[in-house]
């Protein structure tokens, strides 16, 4: 990694992110709570109290992420989401090796970071998929089963809040595999807690 | 060609036969329907020789359509009323006429075991409505005499069935001048009582009002004894898990059907609701676990590596 410390996530984002987080967490258990329900698990949430916390947790995450795309609208970290797609499999490809071999031969990455490009293209991807294609379906979705009137009934013989339900759990399945591998990927860097402590003090 | 003539004047006179036959069936209630079946009627006053017209006051109307098609539909209205509703105005004495009941008719009839009517009778005696006013409460107060008509049995689509189920018990708990006529409590505001029920809206229109107020029955399709509010349902999971309470009433029925076609047990939840936590496909819970397992075993492996590699 870079020698010289690099200032990479502004306050908000910090702030931004830290909520995204623990919404994020608390919305997974208790939708896990939900679609395992089952009243004589005792690691589950109860029914009634996964329902209310999801919903306002699901109302507070779209909130929050109101903020995300706001802040990405009217600052330059906005850039950072933005990828070319000319030669864009051969950098991802590049990137996957390095993490499957390279790193372990002690090879040096093959994209440095820098303050205008401080995600190699493996995570400029995948952020940039879960935020601007996960994100709005998961959400979307979301308020849709909340306010099931707007649903369309009948999809293709379907009822359609079973498919809107059905779209809503796979992204998020999606998006609870992204938080794993995300938070791993996270203890690769200068020390297994340093991008960790990067997220907090904004400095890398 | 004359044998042809005959044929057609046969045939055409036979179908003259067949149409006035038929008129006459959908007519055999007219005597009674063109006063019961309008907002209006007319009779003659004998006395001074005049027509007179008056409306029907509402309660007292019968749907002319409704009737056909309900499970009763090809009775005379005298099979059940008396014969001398046939002069108007009505005799007085006729107010004290006593009706049939359901088990009347149907009781130790084999045709109708399938029904278990027996068993509904005593599970209605059970039921809370029947104790509370015993000798105002009856079965034709949910069985609408003129227009019952058989649903959750035959029923294709579920939400029709609970369409059709619910606006039984909204007659009375929609409408104070019927309910007001079984008892001296004050009316109960139902949307009030069931605030605590989220998406109140949606489950309505999904689950049935017995689905909560009654109690399961194993031997009835349609469970008949109505309990008092504190044993009602409240817990989200009796329906939202996966031994759904739904399985055993509302779906019963059509998920034997469809198990008996080779389908697996959730199938009909799976096409008509969907009921968090009871709608698991067993097909999409294996996926899911096997990539969940993919992911942490790569995980895994890869934090191996580091820390054999690390030095
Ligand atoms: C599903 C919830 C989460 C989402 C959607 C998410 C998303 C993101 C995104 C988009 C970034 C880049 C931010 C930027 O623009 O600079 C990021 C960075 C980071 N996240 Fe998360 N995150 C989540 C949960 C977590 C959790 C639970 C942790 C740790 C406990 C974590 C640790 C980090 C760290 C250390 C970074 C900075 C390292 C880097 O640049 O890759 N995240 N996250």
Redesign the pocket.
């Given at each position: 990694m870079a020698d010289e410390k690099l200032y990479?996530?502004p306050i908000w984002?910090r702030i931004w992110?830290w909520l995204?987080?623990v919404f994020?967490?608390v919305l997974?258990l208790t939708g896990i709570s939900m679609q395992y329900s089952n009243p004589d698990n005792p690691f589950l949430i109860s029914f009634e109290l996964s329902v209310q916390l999801h919903n306002i947790f699901g109302i507070l995450i779209s909130i929050n992420y109101l903020i995300?795309i706001i802040g990405?609208l009217f600052t330059s970290?906005g850039k950072?989401?933005k990828m070319k797609t000319k030669g864009l499999f051969k950098r991802l490809y590049d990137q996957s090796v390095f993490y499957l071999f390279g790193m372990f031969k002690k090879q040096d990455p093959p994209f440095d970071i820098s303050v205008e490009n401080?995600?190699n293209p493996l995570?400029r991807f995948i952020?940039s998929t879960?935020?601007y294609i996960g994100?709005p379906i998961i959400i979307a979705s979301g308020f849709a089963l909340l306010f099931p009137e707007i649903i369309i009934p009948q999809i293709f013989g379907l009822s359609g809040i079973l498919i809107t339900a059905l779209i809503h759990v796979i992204i998020g399945f999606i998006?609870?595999l992204?938080?794993f591998i995300?938070?791993y990927?996270?203890t690769i860097?200068a020390s297994i807690s340093s991008?960790?402590k990067?997220?907090i003090t904004g400095w890398? | 060609m004359k044998l042809l003539k005959l044929l057609l004047v046969c045939s055409l006179f036979l179908a003259g036969i067949l149409v006035n036959a038929q008129e006459k069936e959908a007519n055999k209630n007219h005597s009674c329907l063109k006063c019961h079946g309008h907002t209006t009627f007319k009779y003659m006053n004998e006395d001074f020789g005049m027509e007179i017209k008056e409306s029907m006051c509402a309660n007292r109307m019968i749907d002319t359509l409704a009737y056909a098609q309900s499970n009763h539909g090809m009775f005379k209205c005298t099979d059940c009323h008396s014969p001398e509703y046939e002069t108007f105005p009505h005799p007085g004495q006729l107010r004290m006429e006593l009706m049939y009941a359901c088990n009347d008719c149907h009781g130790g009839d084999p045709e109708y075991a399938k029904f278990h009517f027996e068993a509904i009778e005593e599970a209605f005696y059970e039921s809370m409505h029947y104790n509370r006013s015993p000798d105002a409460f009856t079965c034709w107060s949910c069985h609408n005499p003129h227009t019952y008509k058989t649903q959750a049995r035959v029923g294709e689509n579920i939400i029709e069935t609970v369409r059709y189920d619910n606006n039984i018990c909204l007659s009375c708990h929609a409408d104070v001048s019927k309910y007001e006529l079984l008892t001296e409590r004050e009316n109960i505001n139902i949307l009030q009582s069931h605030d605590w029920l989220p998406n109140q809206e949606l489950h309505f229109k999904s689950v049935r009002c017995i689905e909560c107020h009654t109690q399961l029955s194993d031997s009835l399709l349609v469970s008949h004894v109505v309990m008092p509010r504190d044993s009602a349902i409240r817990e989200c999971t009796s329906c939202h898990s996966a031994n759904s309470h739904l399985m055993a009433s509302l779906y019963r029925y059509k998920s034997l059907e469809s198990r008996k076609g080779g389908g697996f047990l959730n199938a009909v939840i799976l096409n008509d609701s969907y009921v968090i936590g009871a709608n698991r496909n067993q097909y999409l819970n294996i996926l899911s676990v096997v990539i969940f397992g993919l992911v942490l075993i790569g995980i895994f492996t890869h934090a191996l590596i580091r820390i054999l590699k690390r030095k």
């Open positions: 990479l996530y984002i992110h995204n987080a994020f967490i997974l995300f990405n970290n950072q989401y401080k995600f995570q952020y879960a935020m994100f998006l609870s992204f938080l995300h938070i990927v996270c860097g991008n960790f990067s997220m890398h | -």
